[in-house]
């Protein structure tokens, strides 16, 4: 049987696809079948690769103020979701939607963001 | 006067001010990870759960309230094999405190296993273990006691940062040199 070239293309192709889909690497730490809410201010904001980091100080039940490190997407598909590297920065306030960790510690996979303006941007 | 006020201002507390984060390459190691200075090389022994030492490299970096550390382990002369090395670390940092969550966890092409652990001494570290190339990789956040809390999330980066690269090569992307702080 003789396959067509662009299927025979796609059906070597398919592995190498498959693993740049999934990322750098698996999501095994986080909670994705849980979504917490978060609010904090804006430490830092990396917008990099492979993926970004939203740094964010956040007041735990005691009132004291703890780093969380929220993963976001990678550049290309946080600029698809309309994100720029100013989109927030330090000092501003948000409440984020996240995968926690799955052993609750202070980070986890960013969902999506609203903004003080009442924008919401999605992470991935 | 002024004189004083100078002093003054200079011995005031600087603002908080955000840590910036960098992206370590060693190709002799093949590995890429992100921390907020560059950390400090150690050459050493590491010792394996059956008493043998193999060579080892440890990359250091020491803050307040994390220690965040990379061993890097030769197997290279030995027949030591992926499960059996990963069994092995994962039951040595079981015997220094209680193993929370313990996931296999893939980076890049690599499997190996994420550990969140609470240490006897109090510290709370988030741990990666890979094989690769016949090389035991430890990597450990260690957010330090009495308050583990303070350094928690700075461990997670750290552990979620860690790539793999051909060895000899510094990865896509870094421009600087091996050991130095490439962009992110």
């Known amino acids: 049987m003789k396959l067509p070239v662009p299927v025979f293309a796609a059906a070597l192709a398919a592995p190498f696809l498959a693993v740049s889909a999934s990322g750098h690497h698996s999501y095994a730490m986080f909670d994705r079948g849980r979504t917490d809410t978060v609010v904090g201010t804006v430490k830092n904001f990396e917008l990099i690769n492979p993926h970004g980091w939203l740094q964010l100080m956040v007041r735990d039940a005691q009132g004291k103020e703890r780093e969380w490190s929220l993963e976001t997407g990678g550049p290309g598909q946080m600029a698809r979701a309309g994100w720029q590297a100013n989109t927030v920065t330090p000092g501003d306030k948000l409440t984020a939607l996240i995968h926690p960790m799955k052993e609750g510690s202070y980070g986890g996979q960013l969902v999506s963001v609203k903004l003080a303006n009442g924008q919401t941007l999605e992470s991935h | ?184």
């Open chain 2, 1 to 184: 006067m002024r004189v004083l006020i100078l002093v003054a201002a200079l011995l005031a507390p600087l603002p908080a001010m955000a840590q910036a984060w960098q992206r370590y390459a060693y190709p002799e190691h093949g590995f890429v990870v992100q921390l907020p200075a560059p950390p400090t090389l150690t050459k050493g022994q590491f010792r394996t759960a059956a008493g043998a030492t193999v060579p080892a490299t440890v990359y250091t970096l020491n803050e307040p309230d994390i220690v965040f550390s990379m061993t890097v382990a030769d197997f290279t002369q030995t027949s030591m094999n992926r499960d059996a090395a990963l069994a092995d670390a994962v039951k040595a940092y079981g015997a220094t405190g209680q193993i929370k969550l313990n996931v296999e966890e893939r980076v890049n092409q690599e499997y190996g296993r994420q550990l969140t652990l609470v240490g006897n001494d109090g510290s709370r570290s988030n741990v990666s273990v890979f094989f690769v190339n016949n090389r035991l990789y430890e990597l450990q956040g260690k957010a330090l006691p009495p308050e583990p809390a303070a350094g928690a999330g700075k461990a997670v980066r750290f552990q979620q940062s860690l790539s793999f690269v051909p060895l000899g090569t510094t990865g896509p992307g870094h421009g600087g040199p091996p050991g130095q702080a490439g962009p992110l």
